[in-house]
């Protein structure tokens, strides 16, 4: 199988992900800044033209990040980034919906109208009028994310999990597109400092990015 990937937070944090399980697998690079992934090869194998997707050795497209990790975890489950029990899943699970909702699908719309709007404008539907609004309502979330760190390494206590993962690759890259989050939530402050110094971290990051001025 191999990985159909570009630059973005999405596929890199597929790509932090099996950098952490030391999965390796053929990429098929798209250009997703020049707008590659909207159109034929890439859109007849995910019509959403998202990216990363996952193609099976016999063809079969595995698209959405959770979705391909949860895939990888299947057949990789050491070290477990999702749970070894039933009772460490659900945890994980429950910590990656409160990260996903609350946090990062705002900040990502908030980019996509705001600093991200020339990009996005032809490619999706925009609501510039919105991006100001739906950066408050994630960093509400990231506020909640530094209460629910209380006490604890990671999301899930001294494990990292999937969810550190997604929330890691969406504060980092919207960090670096001018979001400022509050120095006062010491608790994400510290954990962005754990994250960032995981090796994961640097090894997941697109070639090129310092040129093209954003972490992904």
């Given amino acids: 199988?191999?990985?159909l990937n570009s630059f973005g937070p999405n596929p890199r944090m597929v790509r932090m992900f099996m950098a952490e399980k030391k999965i390796s697998m053929p990429f098929q690079d798209f250009d997703i800044l020049g707008g590659e992934n909207r159109k034929d090869p890439y859109l007849a194998k995910n019509p959403a033209g998202q990216t990363p997707s996952l193609e099976l050795d016999d063809g079969r497209i595995i698209a959405e990040t959770v979705a391909i990790c949860e895939y990888l975890e299947e057949l990789h489950p050491t070290p477990a980034?999702?749970?070894?029990t039933p009772v460490e899943r659900a945890e994980a699970r429950m910590a990656?919906?409160?990260?996903?909702?609350?946090?990062?699908?705002?900040?990502?719309?908030?980019?996509?109208?705001?600093?991200?709007?020339p990009l996005f404008k032809d490619r999706v539907r925009c609501l510039p009028d919105a991006a100001d609004g739906l950066k408050a309502k994630g960093l509400d979330g990231v506020t909640l994310v530094d209460a629910l760190l209380?006490?604890?390494?990671?999301?899930?206590?001294?494990r990292v999990t999937l969810g550190d993962l997604v929330l890691y690759c969406c504060?980092?890259?919207?960090?670096s597109t001018?979001?400022?989050?509050?120095?006062?939530?010491?608790?994400?402050?510290?954990?962005?400092?754990?994250?960032?110094a995981r090796p994961s971290a640097t090894a997941s990051l697109s070639p090129g990015?310092?040129?093209i001025g954003m972490r992904g």
């Fill in 150 to 158: 209380k006490g604890k390494s990671y999301l899930c206590g001294e």
């Fill in 209 to 211: 990015w310092q040129e």
């Fill in 96 to 117: 990656l919906r409160r990260a996903e909702l609350n946090a990062c699908e705002h900040l990502y719309n908030a980019f996509r109208f705001g600093p991200g709007l």
């Fill in 81 to 84: 980034l999702i749970g070894n």
């Fill in 178 to 196: 001018g979001l400022q989050v509050d120095p006062a939530l010491k608790n994400v402050t510290a954990w962005l400092a754990r994250m960032n």
């Fill in 171 to 175: 504060l980092d890259f919207c960090m």
């Fill in 1 to 3: 199988m191999k990985l």
